[in-house]
């Protein structure tokens, strides 16, 4: 307030001073202006249409009783949900599906943990900020890309793995798994990698003069040190891995994941898939209440 | 805790070989743009631009490079105005509810993009608003706003409000304080959050997918349509290096411009 006293300019009153005076003594106006904007278009465009989403997911359809019309009935029922707990198909591909995910992190830890602790501890530090940089980059180098290259390396007919290396998992599950485990690598370095960073080697030095070996003192300090942060890593690579179908399509020869039957009967059944899509969202806040006990959370 | 030599060399080795599969996907598409053989089987064979030509030629992915670069500009300017502000109104304001928006900021990219996708699809269809490049471009701005949030957010943390402080008391107003203090010094934290959404936006193709109208191409959604298509395999390269280039080299430009916070949480 000690401007509006002692500055001689605040008395010229030109509008913009006005506006700002005005502003500056009310922090909620201030406030409302700045949210206001980002705020409705949240949540309108966003949370509005995850709500009618939900909604949509408890309407169902219902043949009439020619069996040849479907009739969309809009009284909420959780129809579509006891189809989905009941149907052998829905499960089955559910569980392959977290299956697929759990692979795809543990894949990526076991990587990761070695790359990581390369980078934290025994690289240079300008190999380290290097090695980041270089970590970080090919995770925007084009999703559908690196899927497409994938791809053309794991075709049996011709492909690198197989005229190289004499085997290829070829395209199916495995191949699906390989490859998601390829594109989300990064997102598990590079929080163990921080983490591992943060630890500091006083503590490692420490397990060595009370007479550890190298494998114990992993084991024993680094990992319980640095769980959070692969806690923080494995929330990346579980959930970008339950939501993606585009992989299975394009490597998973005819493997189907959650998000491939959401998409089949996304212009079939819109209220059906609704509902099955429920799943990875639901699956991801149990693991993130998990996580959040871990103090993960604040890792990412 | 002691490394040794050898365990030293082998980990150096490992990280070398994973730096190694990394990369070469991505270059192995790159090199394959400029085979002369039509498949995409190893070994590739001589090398010509004849591929290139075409692609400059073709109707196709041209079309869908401009649209592409449309939506991303689009959706990263509504993102960086959107961003910006509730960047400001979050670091800079304590009040209640303060979690849930920024936990509703994050939920775009949180959530499974095929979730996203199919919730802004029946919202629009709900609301009769067709299909078309607004829809894409409404929905490309949502899960970009949190890009541009966390950076600014990240530099509006580090900025000492004593600055700021020190302008009011010389006199200024809020709007001359913005403009010669704070936005000088958010500059390249603006910059770097619009390059990144750009980036993300380009290189989108799960919301799109449900978003985007009927014949409206982007870059990505032309090259998945186009790879099952052995005759279009050598454009599909071709596109493919491009998109790998325009993706990678705004996120090397952020990356330079915002000391290193490009990380994991920015996408």
Redesign the interface.
């Known amino acids: 307030m000690?401007?509006t006293t002692?500055?001689?300019?605040?008395n010229r009153g030109g509008l913009?001073?006005r506006?700002?005076?005005v502003?500056?003594q009310r922090?909620r106006l201030?406030?409302a202006l700045?949210?206001g904007?980002?705020?409705t278009?949240?949540?309108v465009?966003?949370?509005?249409?995850?709500v009618?989403?939900l909604v949509?997911s408890l309407y169902h359809f219902q043949s009439d009783p020619t069996g040849l019309v479907q009739r969309l009935v809009t009284t909420p029922s959780t129809t579509n949900y006891q189809r989905v707990i009941d149907t052998q198909v829905y499960r089955t591909v559910a569980f392959r599906t977290i299956g697929a995910a759990l692979a795809v992190t543990v894949i990526d830890l076991l990587?990761a943990l070695?790359?990581a602790?390369?980078?934290a501890?025994?690289?240079r530090p300008w190999v380290r900020?290097a090695?980041?940089?270089?970590?970080?980059?090919?995770?925007?180098?084009?999703?559908?890309?690196?899927g497409?290259?994938?791809?053309?390396?794991l075709?049996p007919?011709?492909?690198?793995l197989?005229?190289?290396f004499g085997r290829s998992p070829g395209f199916g599950l495995s191949g699906t798994i390989v490859t998601l485990a390829?594109l989300w690598?990064?997102?598990m370095v590079?929080?163990v990698y921080?983490g591992l960073e943060r630890l500091p080697n006083s503590l490692?030095?420490a397990?060595?003069d009370l007479g550890?070996k190298?494998g114990r003192?992993?084991v024993k300090?680094?990992l319980p040190q640095i769980r959070p942060s692969i806690v923080a890593g494995s929330i990346?690579t579980f959930?970008?891995t339950?939501?993606?179908?585009?992989m299975a399509q394009?490597v998973g020869g005819t493997t189907q994941f959650l998000?491939n039957i959401?998409?089949r009967e996304?212009s079939a059944n819109?209220p059906f898939?609704?509902a099955y899509?429920t799943v990875?969202?639901v699956i991801?806040i149990v693991y993130l209440a998990a996580a959040r006990s871990s103090g993960a959370l604040e890792e990412? | 805790?002691?490394?040794?030599r050898p365990?030293?060399y082998a980990?150096?080795a490992?990280?070398a070989l994973?730096?190694l599969?990394?990369?070469f996907?991505?270059l192995?598409?790159a090199r394959?743009s400029i085979n002369t053989a039509r498949?995409?089987?190893?070994?590739p064979r001589g090398f010509s631009l004849e591929w290139w030509r075409a692609a400059y030629h073709a109707s196709g992915p041209r079309d869908a490079l401009f649209r592409s670069i449309e939506t991303a500009l689009l959706a990263s300017a509504i993102a960086l105005?959107?961003?910006t502000?509730?960047s400001?109104?979050l670091t800079?304001?304590r009040?209640f509810g303060r979690n849930a928006?920024s936990f509703?900021?994050v939920?775009?990219i949180?959530?499974?993009?095929?979730?996203?996708g199919?919730?802004?699809?029946?919202?629009?269809h709900?609301a009769g608003i067709n299909l078309s490049l607004f829809t894409l471009v409404?929905?490309h701005?949502?899960f970009c706003?949190v890009i541009v949030y966390n950076n600014v957010a990240a530099r509006l943390r580090r900025l000492s409000p004593s600055l700021e402080e020190a302008s009011?008391?010389?006199?200024a107003?809020?709007?001359q304080t913005f403009g010669y203090i704070t936005f000088p010094l958010m500059r390249s934290a603006l910059l770097a959050g619009a390059l990144l959404a750009f980036?993300l936006s380009f290189?989108?193709?799960?919301v799109t997918?449900?978003t985007a109208g009927a014949g409206f191409e982007t870059l990505?959604l032309w090259?998945?349509n186009n790879?099952f298509r052995p005759n279009n395999l050598p454009l599909?390269n071709v596109v493919?290096t491009v998109?790998?280039v325009l993706?990678?080299v705004p996120?090397?430009l952020a990356?330079r411009l915002s000391d290193?916070a490009?990380?994991?949480?920015g996408?």
């Open positions: 000690a401007t002692i500055d001689p300019m605040n913009r001073r506006i700002s005076r502003l500056y922090p201030r406030l700045l949210l904007g980002p705020l278009w949240l949540l465009a966003y949370v509005g249409s995850l009618a989403l949509t990587i070695p790359v602790f390369y980078m501890k025994i690289a900020r090695l980041v940089v270089a970590v970080t980059m090919p995770l925007w180098a084009g999703y559908l890309v690196k497409y290259a994938w791809r053309a390396m075709d007919a011709g492909g690198v197989h005229e190289v390829y690598l990064p997102y590079i929080p921080s490692l030095e397990s060595t550890a190298a003192t992993f300090v680094v990346f959930a970008l339950l939501g993606d179908f585009y394009i998000g959401v998409y996304f819109l898939a609704a899509a990875p969202v991801m990412l | 805790m002691y490394v040794s365990a030293r980990l150096a490992f990280t994973v730096l599969v990394l990369y996907p991505i192995y598409i394959l498949s995409y089987a190893w070994p105005i959107l961003g502000l509730a400001f109104a800079r304001h009040f928006v509703v900021a939920l775009p949180a959530l499974p993009g095929i979730v996203t199919i919730a802004l699809n029946s919202g629009y709900r409404v929905a701005a949502t706003i009011a008391d010389l006199g107003d809020l709007f980036a290189d989108e193709i799960v997918t449900f990505p090259i998945f790879m599909v493919a998109v790998v993706s990678i996120v090397y990356q290193g490009v990380g994991v949480s996408r």
